[in-house]
């Protein structure tokens, strides 16, 4: 009996090894797929950064108040400007109720799909996409649009004194995702449907220089970090599903997909940015 149990043993590991030798062997004889070049789509929630507006705002004028108390500013001024911050801080909340609880960014990217023979599984697609400031730039550069750099310098003068303020801003996003997919091809169309994994990332940073009389560099100092600058990024991983639709012939057509993404790991500043649920890809894709 020993020796039959171990003969079953020898002849299911040998049956293993075929198989494993098969599909190895297919799927790298079988390298196919294709490529496509497009614009992958994350998406941003806004509400967190809207709702922290208000706060930031106060605590960089409690930082500053004690400083214009000191220039001889009288309790009217202070109320004065204490109610113009309001009406900006009440703009803002108008302006949140008109937008979109997810705003998409889109970024410079593509596909790179590697199909697999093992029936329920056709491919397995790999896709990145990126968007920095630098980039955008030069886009635009490109149609014609050019982008002041720094995008704001402001000089003021009175009494004596003066003061600059030199701003700009800085960012970047990208993202990698992994998905494994299933085809429905019928010619001229096809439907996939699948399922994968996401990393993105993404940052604001908004670049302020801010010249000032040395007694009140203090201050305004106090009230840039009170604006937490530093504190504009995001990040998630995510599992997704995916359905996407081709159109056009087997070799050259136009592509779409939607991303549903339920996070599994969250990070961010202090302003709350997060990643939207969706994402997308737009683009072309050449088969091969």
């Known amino acids: 009996m020993g020796g039959l149990g171990s003969a079953m043993k020898t002849r299911l590991l040998r049956a293993m090894t075929v198989a494993a030798c098969w599909v190895l062997i297919h799927a790298a004889t079988g390298i196919s797929g294709g490529i496509t070049f497009g614009v992958p789509i994350c998406t941003l929630a806004l509400s967190g950064p809207l709702d922290r507006v208000s706060i930031a705002a106060w605590d960089a004028y409690a930082a500053v108040e004690a400083a214009l108390i000191d220039l001889g500013l009288s309790a009217d001024d202070l109320d004065e400007i204490r ?35 093992l029936i329920i599984i056709d491919a397995i697609r790999f896709t990145g996409g990126l968007l920095n400031d630098g980039l955008l730039r030069s886009a635009l550069g490109l149609a014609g649009i050019e982008i002041p750099a720094p995008l704001l310098e402001m000089t003021f003068d009175g009494g004596g ?27 001229v169309l096809a439907v996939t449907i699948g399922a994968g994994v996401d990393l993105a990332r993404g940052e604001i940073r908004p670049l302020v220089d801010i ?5 009140f560099e203090g201050a305004v100092g106090d009230a840039l970090t009170a604006l937490h600058l530093d504190g504009m990024s995001w990040s998630t991983f995510a599992v997704h599903g995916v359905v996407g639709l081709e159109i056009g012939p087997p070799f050259l057509r136009l592509y779409g997909d939607v991303r549903f993404l339920l996070p599994v790991s ?23």
Not at 171 to 181: I, N, R, Y
Not at 211 to 215: D, I, Q
């Open 266 to 288: 969250v990070g961010g500043g202090w302003w709350d940015l997060r990643a939207g649920g969706l994402a997308a890809v737009l683009g072309v894709v050449i088969r091969f």
């Open 161 to 187: 004194d003066s003061a600059g303020a030199t701003i700009d801003v800085a960012f970047s996003s990208w993202l990698l995702s992994t998905d494994v997919v299933k085809r429905f091809d019928l010619v």
């Open 211 to 215: 010249e000032v009389p040395t007694e």
């Open 83 to 117: 109610a113009r911050i309001g009406e900006s801080i009440q703009q803002v909340d108008d302006v949140a109720s008109t937008v979109p609880p997810l705003v998409p960014i889109p970024l410079i990217g593509g596909t790179i799909e590697v199909s697999l023979p």
